[in-house]
């Protein structure tokens, strides 16, 4: 593709000056623009994008998920994270899910529910951070939900790519399946019990999904189904504010969220390859993939036996990116042969929204339902799709992360910030379950180790290393991956695993905001 521009990009940046948002669908991102526009904060406007991306993304993202957050707030320079992702029902143990034939965890059904946070995440950040009303932040979701919205593109390729799924839970197909299969590009959906249930919330907050109504709908459906999900499981929880770990990463201090996500698995790959000539090797070349994918499978060799919910582990999160566990991969990295670590890992999805307001404060949220549509569960009659994280879950009781009754579970998602002198400058996130780790550090190495540009750096071509197979986008060319396959890796080729970005950058020298979206996805940046 031929463009009048000196840029290595599929399409241009976005830049304004008072605000920016930027999700994975076009009517989410413009539903947090109008709320820009309308005086809220940019927590509101990443409320706003979450709820409208209930409805026009589904099968991403949903009341029954998790979420997580950091953001800025520019009265007090103060960088803040939440951590809204919920535990195991008080019912659910090993002995349950081997008792029911699993000798590890399922990948969806009733076994894999857990405790759905991202409601009371969303309330928190309001509570503290918001301008606008509550209420206001939910018109457009309902809107689309009780009037339906025109399905796009990629999001309809990953719907029907689950179809079969669907079809087999009842409930579910009966919501989700209109007429017997996945919405078409371009086709109406409607989701009016959906529509009911945010209404609902909108009017009476999460009281109503965590002590009332709503939550004695959604445990009657989960006992209903086999899921030891209760009233008082909902009733007890409750979002924790957490502080954000960093790293100093070429001049810019990078900051993630602690476990029980994944973050420090970014910055212990940061601190890994932070002292190689990674622009000397060359963007995307045979000796820049390796070195990341040995840095990604140390890294990941901590996360898959070390990390899990802290209040259950005496680990210490710092070691992992520590100078002696660093200097323990450097000694064993061959940049000739690929190591055997590994262990198999999925690049499910979720959604982020990133958010800059006119007075700066930031916000970098990521919510998600884990694997397409969930545990495939709806509760009741609400349209809620209840989330299948339990399946994170190890059966190995020596493990960090095995399941135990009100734990939570090891957690893919995770936004990212990056502060230049205690100022945000981008803030960004690469949905894609076990590729977000991989692609927080691509994405940061494309714009500062290579130069390129918020857009130029989401377009380039990703790898994703599936602790099995290394998969590299087409665009990677033969010489790379002849040269990677004689280092000795098992190189592939998979579709829709390589996630998707959504990043602002912040030029605060000249007060302008430099917005860019994956071309992976169908969404976009805007500002104004």
Same mark, same amino acid.
């Given at each position: 593709?031929?463009?009048?521009?000196?840029?290595?990009?599929?399409?241009?940046?976005?830049?304004?000056?008072?605000?920016?948002?930027?999700?994975?669908?076009?009517?989410?991102?413009?539903?947090?623009?109008?709320?820009?526009?309308?005086?809220?904060?940019?927590?509101?406007?990443?409320?706003?994008?979450?709820?409208?991306?209930?409805?026009?993304?589904?099968?991403?993202?949903?009341?029954?998920?998790?979420?997580?957050?950091?953001?800025?707030?520019?009265?007090?320079?103060?960088?803040?994270?939440?951590?809204?992702?919920?535990?195991?029902?008080?019912?659910?143990?090993?002995?349950?899910?081997?008792?029911?034939?699993?000798?590890?965890?399922?990948?969806?059904?009733?076994?894999?529910?857990?405790?759905?946070?991202?409601?009371?995440?969303?309330?928190?950040?309001?509570?503290?951070?918001?301008?606008?009303?509550?209420?206001?932040?939910?018109?457009?979701?309902?809107?689309?939900?009780?009037?339906?919205?025109?399905?796009?593109?990629?999001?309809?390729?990953?719907?029907?790519?689950?179809?079969?799924?669907?079809?087999?839970?009842?409930?579910?197909?009966?919501?989700?399946?209109?007429?017997?299969?996945?919405?078409?590009?371009?086709?109406?959906?409607? !989701?009016? *019990?959906?529509?009911?249930?945010?209404?609902?919330? %909108? #009017? &009476?907050? $999460?009281?109503?999904?965590?002590?009332? +109504? =709503?939550?004695?709908?959604?445990?009657?459906?989960?006992?209903?189904?086999?899921?030891?999900?209760?009233?008082?499981?909902?009733?007890?929880?409750?979002?924790?504010?957490?502080?954000?770990?960093?790293?100093?990463?070429?001049?810019?201090?990078?900051?993630?969220?602690?476990?029980?996500?994944?973050?420090?698995?970014?910055?212990?790959?940061?601190?890994?390859?932070?002292?190689?000539?990674?622009?000397?090797?060359?963007? !995307?070349? *045979?000796?820049?993939?390796?070195?990341?994918?040995? %840095? #990604? &499978?140390? $890294?990941?060799?901590?996360?898959?036996? +070390? =990390?899990?919910?802290?209040?259950?582990?005496?680990?210490?999160?710092?070691?992992?990116?520590?100078?002696?566990?660093?200097?323990?991969?450097?000694?064993?990295?061959?940049?000739?042969?690929?190591?055997?670590?590994?262990?198999?890992?999925?690049?499910?999805?979720?959604?982020?929204?990133?958010?800059?307001?006119?007075?700066?404060?930031?916000?970098?949220?990521?919510?998600?339902?884990?694997?397409?549509?969930?545990?495939?569960?709806?509760?009741?009659?609400?349209?809620?799709?209840?989330?299948?994280?339990?399946?994170?879950?190890?059966?190995?009781?020596?493990?960090?992360?095995?399941?135990?009754?009100?734990?939570?579970?090891?957690?893919?998602?995770?936004?990212?910030?990056?502060?230049?002198?205690?100022?945000?400058?981008?803030?960004?996130?690469?949905?894609?379950?076990?590729?977000?780790?991989?692609?927080?550090?691509?994405?940061?190495?494309?714009?500062?180790?290579?130069?390129?540009?918020?857009?130029?750096?989401?377009?380039?071509?990703?790898?994703?290393?599936?602790?099995?197979?290394?998969?590299?986008?087409?665009?990677?060319?033969?010489?790379?991956?002849?040269?990677?396959?004689?280092?000795?890796?098992?190189?592939?080729?998979?579709?829709?695993?390589?996630?998707?970005?959504?990043?602002?950058?912040?030029?605060?020298?000249?007060?302008?905001?430099?917005?860019?979206?994956?071309?992976?996805?169908?969404?976009?940046?805007?500002?104004?």
């Amino acid at each position: 593709m031929d463009r009048p521009s000196t840029t290595k990009s599929y399409r241009s940046a976005v830049c304004s000056t008072q605000g920016m948002c930027a999700t994975s669908q076009p009517l989410a991102t413009l539903s947090g623009i109008e709320v820009l526009r309308n005086g809220g904060s940019a927590a509101d406007a990443a409320i706003c994008m979450l709820n409208t991306l209930t409805v026009v993304e589904p099968h991403m993202n949903g009341l029954g998920g998790d979420m997580f957050g950091l953001y800025f707030d520019s009265t007090t320079n103060e960088l803040v994270g939440l951590n809204s992702s919920g535990s195991a029902p008080a019912g659910l143990n090993i002995e349950m899910v081997l008792s029911a034939g699993g000798k590890q965890m399922p990948t969806n059904g009733p076994l894999t529910i857990t405790v759905p946070g991202a409601l009371g995440g969303l309330v928190a950040f309001h509570q503290k951070y918001g301008k606008l009303s509550w209420e206001d932040l939910f018109h457009r979701a309902i809107e689309y939900a009780e009037g339906g919205f025109p399905v796009t593109e990629i999001i309809s390729y990953q719907w029907n790519s689950v179809a079969d799924f669907l079809q087999d839970q009842e409930k579910t197909a009966e919501f989700y399946l209109p007429y017997g299969r996945a919405p078409r590009l371009g086709e109406i959906f409607i !989701n009016r *019990s959906l529509a009911k249930t945010l209404s609902m919330v %909108a #009017k &009476k907050g $999460s009281d109503t999904f965590y002590h009332g +109504k =709503l939550a004695k709908k959604i445990c009657q459906a989960m006992a209903d189904c086999g899921s030891p999900l209760s009233v008082q499981d909902l009733a007890n929880f409750t979002p924790e504010w957490v502080t954000p770990m960093g790293v100093n990463y070429m001049g810019h201090d990078v900051y993630e969220l602690p476990p029980n996500c994944q973050g420090v698995t970014v910055l212990a790959m940061l601190r890994a390859i932070e002292e190689f000539d990674l622009k000397g090797m060359g963007l !995307n070349s *045979s000796a820049y993939i390796h070195t990341l994918v040995e %840095a #990604k &499978k140390f $890294s990941y060799s901590d996360r898959d036996t +070390k =990390l899990g919910d802290p209040r259950f582990t005496n680990n210490d999160c710092s070691y992992f990116f520590s100078d002696e566990r660093i200097a323990s991969f450097r000694k064993t990295f061959d940049p000739q042969c690929a190591s055997n670590l590994g262990s198999p890992d999925k690049g499910t999805d979720t959604v982020y929204v990133v958010a800059v307001d006119k007075d700066r404060n930031v916000a970098s949220f990521i919510s998600s339902i884990f694997e397409y549509f969930g545990s495939g569960i709806v509760a009741g009659d609400t349209g809620i799709i209840m989330q299948n994280r339990g399946s994170l879950f190890s059966l190995d009781r020596e493990n960090a992360n095995c399941l135990e009754p009100g734990k939570r579970p090891l957690h893919t998602i995770i936004p990212a910030m990056v502060l230049k002198d205690g100022r945000p400058q981008f803030a960004f996130g690469v949905m894609g379950g076990h590729m977000q780790p991989q692609g927080h550090v691509q994405i940061m190495n494309n714009i500062y180790a290579f130069g390129l540009g918020v857009q130029e750096a989401s377009d380039q071509p990703r790898f994703f290393h599936n602790g099995i197979e290394l998969c590299l986008e087409s665009a990677i060319p033969y010489k790379t991956r002849r040269e990677l396959i004689e280092r000795g890796h098992k190189v592939g080729d998979q579709v829709d695993v390589y996630g998707g970005f959504q990043g602002i950058m912040i030029d605060h020298s000249n007060g302008v905001l430099i917005g860019g979206s994956d071309m992976r996805k169908d969404g976009c940046a805007i500002g104004y």
